[in-house]
């Protein structure tokens, strides 16, 4: 096919990378430029990834990547790295970011959550908040997306059209979430091992995480208030896969019947969402390796509440499989594109 995009992947050796190069590659409109790894430069992609061997790619350093004729650039660089190279890329170049360097609208809200203040503030502001589903209109005329965290996605899809429609509080969530070990990256730390991992879960970021900046800013868009949310994130031992069960107070009169009815009606034309029926609640397994959110409501025993349950990849949707989608929507491709995924179980 002629015309196909020419894509640059900075930050390649990392595991989003590592899954954008597997969602991109068969992709039939996108063609990969150039693909980097500062502390890879100079590997081929087989080695760094052998599972990637048919791929004859090789790393290189990002300041040695020609931009000329680039159409897109996915950026998987660590948070804190990706403000200056994005800022500094030629403004014929659209972007999607995987990074949380851009999430935040408000400098203040960034500077209380990440401790320094930002260096692309002209460009924090020009950015979209990229779940899909979402800023669908915004995304189309985007020149720098910002991917969503994998826990936001999980959550935010669940709750925001509830809290839109009035029928959950928006104030008051209670967020409770799994995820698996790729989640915290690919550097080697003490306690990403094997054995500090196996047979145990560990909450972490308990009561700071990161993420619940990014769900109470989309959530008090959607509720025109700034609200509050308890989140409390989890390791579990499974490479990939997040689940999030989510507490929520119901506007009264309302029950999860009603609530499962207005979460079909808004992703009738959504082909990567998916409402359970009723008495069905989902598993990570159903999702694997797929750009799949599946939720679940299930009215709670106490009166007045419900929980949603909600799962996802955290590799696909929460993380590359969006940006993909991401792309379709900016360059006017069908937006399931190169993600008709099947599920990997078992």
């Known amino acids: 096919m002629t015309n196909r995009l020419q894509a640059v992947i900075l930050g390649a050796s990392g595991y989003t990378g590592a899954e954008l190069l597997r969602l991109l590659k068969p992709h039939p409109r996108v063609e990969l430029r150039a693909l980097t790894g500062e502390s890879q430069a100079g590997k081929p992609l087989s080695e760094v990834y052998p599972h990637l061997s048919l791929y004859r790619d090789q790393l290189v350093a990002n300041d040695q990547v020609d931009y000329a004729g680039v159409d897109v650039v996915f950026c998987c660089l660590p948070h804190g790295t990706t403000q200056e190279i994005i800022a500094a890329l030629p403004s014929h170049v659209r972007i999607v970011d995987l990074s949380a360097d851009f999430r935040l609208h408000d400098e203040k809200d960034y500077l209380d959550w990440y401790g320094h203040p930002h260096r692309a503030p002209k460009l924090q502001r020009e950015a979209v908040y990229g779940l899909s589903e979402w800023c669908r209109e915004q995304i189309v005329s985007a020149r720098l997306v910002a991917n969503p965290g994998c826990y936001p996605t999980c959550t935010l899809l669940a ?14 969530l209670i967020v409770d979430a799994m995820s698996g070990v790729t989640g915290a ?10 054995c500090e991992v196996n047979e145990g879960a560990k909450a972490y970021g308990v009561g700071g995480h990161r993420h619940v900046s990014e769900m109470e800013q989309e959530v008090g ?7 509050h949310i308890s989140f409390t994130a989890h390791l579990v031992p499974m490479n990939r896969g997040m689940s999030a069960t989510i507490h929520a107070q119901v506007a009264q009169g309302n029950n999860a019947a009603l609530l499962r009815e207005e979460l079909k009606r808004i992703y009738a034309h959504s082909p990567f969402v998916q ?3 009723a008495g069905i609640v989902p598993s990570t397994h159903e999702v694997r390796g797929t750009n799949q959110c599946k939720i679940a409501v299930v009215d709670d025993r106490c009166a007045g509440r419900v929980i949603l349950v ?4 955290n590799l696909v949707k929460g993380a590359s499989g969006q940006a993909v989608q991401n792309m379709n929507l900016m360059f006017g491709f069908e937006e399931t594109l190169g993600l008709e995924l099947g599920a990997l179980f078992p």
């Open 159 to 172: 709750v925001l059209p509830l809290v839109r429609a009035g029928l959950i509080e928006a104030d008051g």
């Open 275 to 277: 409402v359970c029926e």
């Open 185 to 194: 990256g690919r550097k080697a730390t003490q306690g990403m091992l094997f």
């Open 221 to 227: 868009l959607a509720a025109a208030k700034r609200v």
């Open 310 to 313: 909600s799962v996802i990849d």
